[in-house]
């Protein structure tokens, strides 16, 4: 290893950029090297889900080109450059042929969206939306058209469903689950969020999957397991993401639902560090913006000398359907304790509290979700 070799950062998202920031706040002439699949643009991807309600173009969702990003970062960064390979021995990143040599590696290089393999001859109206560039191509698809069918009722299927409903567009969500959210929300704040999305519009075709996508005239007819059938302009494929562990799994790197690392963000590899949508932090997948923020801030510290720890607090997840505001803060998995529910209309306040009364965990929705900061104070941090 070289002693001039660089800290390379792989992957330009939230992760990687946030990292990039927070060791700048404290060495501004180290060198670091970004290298990026995509075109290196800084934008919120939060933001993804919300360019009708803004009235904002994919374009003006986007925070700086990655030519300011160089200058703004005193880094060096390479765009549309696809990392194949991590040779661990020789510390040592492959780009096909190439090798890049670095000090210490961060694979801060994200989660792949899940395709289903669906038959049928409609395939070319399928949109899975995880980046900018997803969103450019699926922004000028939509373009013009009417119809827009949601394949998942997690989060980011019902945020598009509220954001499409804003920007007048007729939407149907096809789930298998009975509700929306299953894996996040309680079922009573879920169905609060489900009734105001009906409420709003969004045909909901629920505990069925999607079968056949057929191309039909200029948009598509989409078979359901339950033999109904739904005709849309394009479908948009919300079912999950996973970490993407292959190319560090290829490497000899401990891989399990993502890339184990410790809460240090170190992975099983001497100098290679992982965070964000691509890592297991202690146990912990967390495909959220403040998990990965509080990973920055420590990893910048340990990349600099001083070995820090992270320590996750609570972690709400705010879920951005404007016709019902949620908040939602799952109890650890396997807690001892009860769902204490109120309800009134779609306005829903959930606690999970254990035997001695500590709330352990929460849902608010509608006019409730305004308390989510009192009550993640309540809440015992993740790391005590
Ligand atoms: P990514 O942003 O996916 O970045 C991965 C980077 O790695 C990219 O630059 C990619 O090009 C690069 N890359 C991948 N493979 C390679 C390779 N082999 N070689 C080189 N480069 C590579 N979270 C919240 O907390 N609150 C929200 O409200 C919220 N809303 C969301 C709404 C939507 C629509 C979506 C999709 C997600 C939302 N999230 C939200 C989740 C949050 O945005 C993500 O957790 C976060 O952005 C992940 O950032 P990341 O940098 O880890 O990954």
């Known amino acids: 290893?070289?002693?001039e070799a660089p800290i390379v950062i792989v992957g330009t998202g939230l992760s990687g950029f946030s990292l990039a920031r927070e060791i700048r706040k404290q060495d501004k002439e180290v060198p670091i090297l970004m290298v990026t699949a995509d075109d290196g643009f800084s934008y919120s991807k939060p933001m993804l889900s919300t360019g009708f309600t803004k009235g904002k173009e994919a374009d003006e969702l986007a925070q700086a080109t990655a030519a300011t990003m160089v200058e703004q970062l005193n880094i060096d960064l390479r765009v549309h450059t696809t990392v194949t390979g991590i040779d661990t021995a020789a510390h040592q990143l492959c780009i096909g042929e190439e090798r890049l040599t670095y000090s210490k590696l961060v694979l801060a290089w994200g989660a792949d969206v899940i395709r289903l393999p669906i038959e049928g001859t409609g395939q070319e109206?399928?949109?899975?939306?995880?980046?900018?560039?997803?969103?450019?191509?699926?922004?000028?698809?939509?373009?013009g058209k009417k119809r827009v069918a949601i394949m998942g009722a997690g989060l980011i299927g019902c945020e598009f469903a509220n954001d499409l409903r804003n920007g007048d567009y007729e939407v149907d969500i096809i789930a298998p689950s009975d509700t929306v959210m299953p894996g996040?929300?309680?079922?009573?704040?879920?169905?609060a969020v489900k009734d105001a999305l009906a409420e709003a519009g969004v045909a909901f075709h629920l505990e069925t999957v999607v079968d056949r996508i057929d191309q039909d005239g200029d948009g598509v007819n989409l078979i359901l397991a339950n033999g109904e059938q739904v005709s849309a302009d394009l479908v948009v494929s919300a079912v999950g993401l996973r970490p993407r562990t292959s190319l560090a799994a290829g490497a000899g790197l401990q891989v399990n639902r993502g890339i184990v690392v410790n809460r240090a963000?170190?992975?099983?590899?001497?100098?290679?560090?992982?965070?964000g949508d691509c890592a297991e932090v202690d146990?912990?997948?967390?495909?959220?913006?403040?998990?990965?923020?509080?990973?920055?801030?420590?990893?910048a510290k340990t990349l600099l000398g001083e070995r820090v720890e992270v320590a996750y607090g609570t972690?709400?997840?705010?879920?951005?359907?404007?016709?019902?505001?949620?908040?939602?803060?799952?109890?650890?998995?396997?807690?001892?304790?009860?769902?204490?529910?109120?309800?009134?209309?779609?306005?829903v306040r959930a606690l999970f509290k254990d035997g001695d009364g500590q709330v352990l965990g929460f849902a608010v929705t509608g006019d409730y979700a305004m308390e989510k900061q009192a009550l993640a104070k309540e809440v015992p941090p993740i790391h005590s």
């Open 184 to 191: 996040l929300l309680p079922k009573v704040a879920a169905d």
């Open 1 to 3: 290893m070289s002693a």
């Open 315 to 347: 972690m709400p997840v705010m879920v951005k359907t404007p016709c019902c505001p949620t908040a939602v803060c799952p109890p650890p998995q396997g807690a001892e304790g009860d769902w204490q529910v109120e309800r009134d209309g779609n306005n």
């Open 265 to 275: 963000l170190e992975t099983s590899a001497e100098d290679v560090y992982a965070l």
């Open 125 to 143: 109206h399928v949109f899975s939306i995880n980046d900018l560039m997803d969103y450019r191509v699926f922004r000028k698809a939509v373009e």
């Open 283 to 299: 146990g912990h997948v967390l495909l959220y913006v403040l998990p990965l923020m509080a990973c920055s801030r420590a990893l």
